[in-house]
T-cell receptor, first 115, second 112 residues
Framework: EAGVVQSPRYKIIEKKQPVAFWCNPI?????LYWYLQNLGQGPELLIR????????DSQLPKDRFSAERLKGVDSTLKIQPAELGDSAVYLC?????????????FGPGTRLTVL | GQQLNQSPQSMFIQEGEDVSMNCTSS?????WLWYKQDPGEGPVLLIA?????ELTSNGRLTAQFGITRKDSFLNISASIPSDVGIYFC????????????FGPGTSLSVIP
């Protein structure tokens, strides 16, 4: 069974440029999560989807961040414009459903560097 | 906001030694989880705990859900080089629909 797929694995951009990350969850997983992980810290939830509906986006900085999961399968997270402080690892995770009791499957992440 | 604390922040041990680490919170949690993250990879779930006092093992790993529901412990017996990585505790406060909150991690290094 294929795991959570993320691309790109690495991205280097200059500040004020836009950037997008893509995630394909494990087949059949209804719930998809985007996390931000700063160096030396644990993942922090940005947004959580149940199928195509964003059920928790309270931590998403909506002035510059946006996300979509149009068909309830794969998802895209966008930053426009990027700032220096956005340099971090962006992790995608999925689970069979919100009732999966915290058990999530993570992708390898996209490491973003903003210059 | 809600916060989990992990200790120690980092540890260096000899291969074969046992390891203990813990996670504490000022709030009650109904679910405790332990994940491990290798460099360049996402976290992988090691053990999940759902009941106060529960003790669960996964091979050489044993984790406990604290009686107060405000802490959890992870022990690794007879450490080996592949145990190197960052160990995160995580929890859900209320129902299984709550978001998962992660601690800052404990970095483990094993000296052969």
């Amino acid at each position: 069974e294929a795991g959570v797929v993320q691309s790109p694995r690495y991205k280097i951009i200059e500040k004020k440029q836009p950037v997008a990350f893509w995630c394909n969850p494990i087949s059949g997983h209804n719930t998809l999560y985007w996390y931000l992980q700063n160096l030396g810290q644990g993942p922090e939830l940005l947004i959580r989807y149940e199928n195509e509906e964003a059920v928790d986006d309270s931590q998403l900085p909506k002035d510059r961040f946006s996300a979509e999961r149009l068909k309830g399968v794969d998802s895209t997270l966008k930053i426009q414009p990027a700032e220096l402080g956005d340099s971090a690892v962006y992790l995608c995770a999925s689970s069979p459903g919100l009732a999966s009791r915290g058990e999530q499957f993570f992708g390898p992440g996209t490491r973003l560097t903003v210059l | 906001g809600q916060q989990l604390n992990q200790s120690p922040q980092s540890m260096f041990i000899q291969e074969g030694e046992d390891v203990s680490m813990n996670c504490t919170s000022s709030s009650i949690f109904n679910t405790w989880l332990w994940y491990k993250q290798d460099p360049g990879e996402g976290p992988v779930l090691l053990i999940a705990l759902y009941k106060a006092g529960e003790l669960t093992s996964n091979g050489r790993l044993t984790a406990q859900f604290g009686i107060t529901r405000k802490d959890s412990f992870l022990n690794i017996s007879a450490s080996i080089p592949s145990d190197v990585g960052i160990y995160f505790c995580a929890g859900q406060r209320k129902t299984s629909y709550d978001k998962v909150i992660f601690g800052p991690g404990t970095s483990l290094s094993v000296i052969p």
